[in-house]
């Protein structure tokens, strides 16, 4: 595969995979969400790597989710709504090695569910956390809801996607979302650092860790693929279609009109 919308290199056991569309903060659209999959599958069958980091190009976002631009009641692309999120949150959990979260800056929406799904995160100081689903039309219904709340405990999930608040680096360490919090100065360094301890160990026992971690949690994909159908037939909604008007046109949105 030619990538379009991703960075992937290998360096000494590290595979990095960059999401390379800083002038939509790393937004995702479906080619962006095929090449991500393809370049995890690769990196897991290469024996010759045993990290995987996930980032964003630039200094300002990690990743913001879906790319509002591309949905109008759907993505254009493959699966359920359009864009193969679920695909690309599986591969996460499914690969044989540890996936660390590079984040730099914003950490929005989708992009904070791709931080929940990721084995560890190390934020740069700077990098900011929350949903913003409900404010534009779209949920989570899944990994991003029934994970986080594993991850950061059952009231404070409900919290950030409810209120859809954002959240400073030292908030989301101290909530348990990230595993680190260094200056962007010393990101890289600090994500090596944990790269090569990582590498100094078992990968078989490492890859039965992971596999073992994840087995508690699996009912969250079935649940979250039942999910995503409902969410469909949300997208195709005049309520939810507001949401991406008001986005598109920088204003507040009125979802109440269009309860019935």
Not at 13 to 28: C, D, E, K, L, M
Not at 33 to 57: N, P, Q, W, Y
Not at 114 to 128: F, G, K, P, Y
Not at 180 to 194: Q, T
Request: aromatic share 8%; glycine share 10%; proline share 4%.
């Amino acid at each position: 595969m030619e990538y379009q919308d991703i960075l992937y290199t290998k360096v000494d056991g590290v595979a990095t995979i960059t999401i390379n569309r800083p002038q939509r903060y790393n937004a995702f659209r479906a080619q962006t969400c095929e090449e991500m999959i393809h370049a995890f599958k690769d990196a897991d069958f290469d024996r010759s790597i045993g990290v995987v980091v996930l980032t964003g190009a630039g200094d300002k976002a990690f990743c913001t989710g879906g790319d509002q631009s591309t949905h109008e009641g759907g993505y254009g692309g493959r699966g359920t709504i359009g864009l193969p999120i679920e695909e690309v949150q599986s591969v996460i959990r499914d690969i044989a090695k540890p996936v660390i979260a590079r984040v730099n800056g914003y950490a929005i929406g989708g992009g904070n569910v791709l931080v929940t799904l990721c084995d560890l995160a190390i934020a740069s100081e700077t990098a900011q956390f929350g949903q913003v689903g409900p404010k534009v039309g779209s949920v989570d219904p899944g990994f991003g809801t029934a994970l986080l709340a594993r991850v950061v405990g059952e009231k404070k999930a409900r919290e950030i996607w409810y209120l859809c608040r954002r959240y400073t680096a030292q908030e989301a360490l101290a909530m348990g979302l990230v595993n680190a919090v260094v200056p962007p100065e010393r990101l890289d360094e600090e994500v090596r650092r944990w790269c090569d301890e990582i590498l100094e160990k078992s990968p078989t026992a490492i890859a039965l860790a992971k596999k073992s971690f994840n087995v508690d949690t699996e009912m969250i994909r079935g649940m979250g693929a039942l999910a995503m159908q409902a969410l469909r037939l949300y997208y195709e909604t005049p309520e939810s279609a507001e949401g991406v008007r008001a986005f598109q046109e920088k204003r507040k949105p009125d979802f109440r009109k269009y309860v019935k």
